[in-house]
């Protein structure tokens, strides 16, 4: 990451936590003075008193939707990352600045002018099942998500020539070109399995992993779908303060609205949120004593996207059309009446969070409703048979604009975001029929069967300008559902991602922008400011990390976090 973007990152933590301390919603237990020496007898209850960590308990965390799946190589949501982040581990963390860090990597580096990359694993590390992690777990992890092209972390080893593990503790990756972010999207992003394990699997990409053999602080208890995820503590993690985690378990409860989650957070059913509180909800969460709320910025954004591939002509495919929606989309509305003001605008896929890689002339139309009209009018659409919605031209069906969109039904946001994008498509004539589905079947309808027309949605964290297009719109791309097929194009990103210098990649970052602003495949709307609730008087340890996907239930806060 730029140093520029870790500072403004850093102030924007900082500005966070600052926040904390005024939404905090109660104060901490009395201090034990420290003069006053307790009794042996006493100094358990003393110390459990005063805060002080104690071994033992049990977390329970709400969320609104299950794990997608518990096969690790495939999962793409995000209660899907909570929880398979818990088990499996990862080379690297992020920490609570945004900065890439040590895991189970304990160090790495750059040669041969960006064509080399070599790891350097931590020793002593065992799977679950007492096997040691080696270098060959994981050149085994990545062979294996290429050669079945498992999710789009697979595209990472496109540019790998060769892999070379020299002794148990490390793994030399050969890249066919220079790739900058290679070491920093495998380590971050990509879950690493036990190949004594995994070899076995015949069919990896529809392996359910029922009984997961993991090498994360927490291993799997009991999964029951709609009602909770149990996990427990391992008895040795090395990123633990005290070697291993204070908590006995990690009860995920899965409720089937924020709503239903916020009086249960509030009636002490749950200790802590793993998403987002809306703002409206904070006065009942204030009111609540014990209630702390903490603040994190997104590393990603929310957006709604059109598909341009669909089976039958649609306006989905018009880029005038899509210009049009992006001309009518009033921003100021979804920030101000549907995140409650915490939330900032974008522009494209790149961050303001990253504002280095932004191209100030690349920007989204300003809100003008008189504007999409008439690039709807000049484009052929208009309203031939007087019911009010306008009729596409013929290619791209000649019938009314009356297209569904789908969201996540259990998202506070997505459902006002919805209700505001439905009444700015009205006015222009355009009919948006609503359509709120269960989190897991919209992952399935968008990712796996791109069987959809519009949809919300929203992405977790972004961490390398350098490849954000490239990820998301290259026409070979895992996470490219809308179906964006444009060589120029692909050959900007790829110039970009894998660039020699910075200033190379910058120019082509900036260019991608252009193309973007021109054709509007999706339409990013927010970059939020999530409000993170945990139960202060009950347990500490908590650290705050990055977005949504990271926030208070990354395991790395969850190994510190203790009993009072």
Same mark, same amino acid.
Request: glycine share 6%.
């Given at each position: 990451?730029?140093?520029?973007?870790?500072l403004l990152?850093?102030s924007?933590?900082?500005?966070?936590?600052?926040?904390? +301390?005024?939404?905090?919603?109660s #104060?901490?237990?009395?201090? +034990?003075?420290? @003069?006053?020496?307790?009794?042996?007898?006493?100094?358990?209850?003393?110390?459990?008193?005063?805060?002080?960590?104690?071994?033992?308990?049990?977390?329970?965390?709400?969320?609104?939707?299950?794990?997608?799946?518990?096969?690790?190589? %495939?999962?793409?949501?995000?209660?899907?990352?909570?929880?398979?982040?818990? *088990?499996?581990?990862?080379?690297?963390?992020?920490?609570?600045?945004?900065e890439?860090?040590?895991?189970?990597?304990?160090?790495? @580096?750059?040669?041969?002018?960006?064509?080399?990359?070599?790891?350097? $694993?931590?020793?002593?590390?065992?799977?679950?099942?007492?096997?040691?992690?080696?270098?060959?777990?994981?050149?085994?992890t990545g062979?294996?998500?290429?050669?079945?092209?498992?999710?789009?972390?697979?595209? +990472?080893?496109?540019?790998?020539?060769?892999?070379?593990?020299?002794?148990?503790?490390?793994?030399? =990756?050969?890249?066919?070109?220079?790739?900058?972010?290679?070491?920093?999207?495998?380590?971050?992003?990509?879950?690493? %399995?036990?190949?004594?394990?995994?070899?076995?699997?015949? /069919?990896?990409?529809?392996?359910?992993?029922?009984?997961?053999?993991?090498?994360?602080?927490?291993?799997?208890?009991?999964?029951?779908?709609?009602?909770?995820v149990?996990?427990?503590?391992?008895?040795n993690?090395?990123?633990?303060?005290?070697?291993?985690? =204070?908590?006995?378990?990690?009860?995920?409860?899965?409720?089937? /609205?924020?709503?239903?989650?916020?009086?249960? $957070?509030?009636?002490?059913?749950?200790?802590?949120?793993?998403?987002?509180?809306?703002?409206?909800? &904070?006065?009942?969460?204030?009111?609540?004593?014990? &209630?702390?709320?903490?603040?994190t910025?997104?590393?990603?954004?929310?957006?709604?996207?059109?598909?341009?591939?669909?089976?039958?002509?649609?306006?989905t495919?018009?880029?005038?059309?899509?210009l049009?929606?992006?001309?009518?989309?009033?921003? @100021?509305?979804?920030?101000? %009446?549907?995140?409650?003001?915490?939330?900032?605008d *974008?522009?494209?896929?790149?961050?303001?969070? =990253?504002?280095e890689?932004?191209?100030?002339?690349?920007?989204?139309?300003?809100?003008?409703?008189?504007?999409?009209?008439?690039?709807?009018?000049?484009?052929?659409?208009?309203?031939?048979?007087? /019911?009010?919605?306008?009729?596409?031209?013929?290619?791209?069906?000649?019938?009314?604009?009356?297209?569904?969109?789908?969201?996540?039904?259990?998202?506070s946001?997505?459902?006002?975001?919805?209700?505001?994008?439905?009444?700015?498509?009205? @006015?222009?004539? %355009?009919t948006?029929?609503? #359509?709120?589905?269960?989190?897991?079947?919209?992952?399935?309808?968008?990712?796996?069967?791109q069987d959809?027309?519009?949809?919300?949605?929203?992405?977790?964290?972004?961490?390398?300008?350098?490849?954000?297009?490239h990820?998301?719109?290259?026409?070979?791309?895992?996470?490219?559902?809308?179906?964006?097929? /444009?060589?120029?194009?692909?050959?900007?990103?790829?110039?970009?991602?894998?660039?020699?210098?910075?200033?190379?990649?910058?120019?082509?970052?900036?260019?991608?922008?252009?193309?973007?602003?021109?054709?509007?495949? +999706?339409?990013?709307? =927010?970059?939020?400011?999530?409000? $993170?609730?945990?139960?202060?008087e009950?347990?500490?340890?908590?650290?705050?990390?990055?977005?949504?996907?990271?926030?208070?239930?990354?395991?790395?806060?969850? *190994?510190?976090?203790?009993?009072?």
């Amino acid at each position: 990451m730029n140093k520029n973007v870790i500072l403004l990152f850093k102030s924007i933590l900082i500005i966070m936590l600052a926040l904390t +301390v005024l939404v905090a919603c109660s #104060s901490n237990t009395d201090p +034990v003075d420290e @003069e006053t020496e307790p009794d042996s007898e006493d100094s358990g209850e003393s110390e459990a008193a005063a805060g002080e960590p104690q071994e033992g308990g049990e977390l329970v965390v709400g969320m609104t939707a299950d794990p997608d799946t518990l096969n690790p190589l %495939v999962s793409n949501t995000t209660p899907g990352n909570w929880i398979n982040s818990s *088990i499996y581990p990862h080379l690297m963390l992020m920490n609570e600045e945004g900065e890439k860090v040590p895991s189970l990597a304990e160090s790495w @580096e750059t040669t041969n002018e960006g064509k080399t990359v070599t790891f350097k $694993l931590r020793e002593g590390v065992e799977w679950q099942d007492g096997t040691p992690i080696t270098s060959e777990d994981i050149k085994f992890t990545g062979e294996l998500l290429h050669e079945h092209q498992l999710q789009w972390t697979a595209a +990472v080893f496109d540019q790998v020539e060769s892999v070379e593990t020299p002794d148990d503790l490390t793994v030399v =990756y050969n890249l066919k070109r220079a790739y900058p972010g290679f070491a920093g999207t495998m380590g971050y992003w990509v879950r690493i %399995v036990p190949k004594h394990i995994w070899e076995d699997v015949e /069919d990896p990409s529809n392996f359910t992993n029922d009984d997961p053999v993991g090498a994360g602080p927490f291993k799997l208890v009991e999964w029951k779908k709609g009602q909770f995820v149990e996990l427990e503590t391992v008895d040795n993690w090395f990123a633990a303060e005290d070697g291993k985690p =204070y908590l006995d378990k990690v009860t995920y409860r899965i409720y089937p /609205d924020i709503n239903t989650m916020v009086l249960a $957070l509030q009636k002490g059913d749950i200790d802590v949120t793993a998403q987002d509180i809306p703002t409206s909800a &904070l006065s009942q969460v204030e009111s609540t004593e014990g &209630l702390e709320v903490v603040q994190t910025p997104s590393l990603g954004y929310a957006y709604y996207s059109f598909n341009l591939n669909p089976d039958e002509p649609s306006p989905t495919e018009d880029t005038n059309f899509r210009l049009a929606m992006a001309t009518a989309t009033d921003r @100021e509305a979804i920030i101000n %009446v549907g995140l409650e003001g915490a939330a900032m605008d *974008i522009d494209t896929p790149i961050s303001s969070i =990253y504002s280095e890689w932004i191209n100030p002339d690349a920007t989204a139309p300003e809100y003008n409703v008189e504007e999409a009209k008439s690039i709807l009018e000049e484009a052929g659409y208009e309203d031939t048979d007087g /019911d009010g919605t306008l009729n596409a031209p013929d290619e791209y069906g000649g019938e009314n604009v009356n297209l569904e969109m789908i969201y996540d039904g259990a998202n506070s946001f997505h459902q006002k975001v919805a209700k505001i994008l439905e009444d700015n498509a009205k @006015e222009i004539g %355009v009919t948006l029929e609503l #359509s709120p589905v269960e989190y897991n079947t919209l992952s399935t309808r968008i990712f796996t069967e791109q069987d959809f027309e519009m949809h919300i949605g929203k992405w977790g964290a972004f961490d390398e300008s350098t490849e954000t297009m490239h990820t998301l719109l290259h026409s070979e791309s895992a996470l490219n559902f809308m179906g964006v097929n /444009d060589p120029e194009l692909d050959k900007i990103m790829e110039d970009a991602k894998y660039a020699t210098s910075e200033d190379e990649a910058k120019e082509n970052v900036f260019k991608a922008q252009e193309w973007f602003v021109n054709e509007f495949p +999706v339409v990013p709307v =927010y970059v939020q400011q999530f409000n $993170l609730v945990y139960n202060s008087e009950k347990f500490g340890g908590f650290k705050v990390y990055p977005s949504d996907l990271q926030g208070l239930v990354d395991p790395n806060s969850l *190994i510190n976090v203790f009993q009072k």
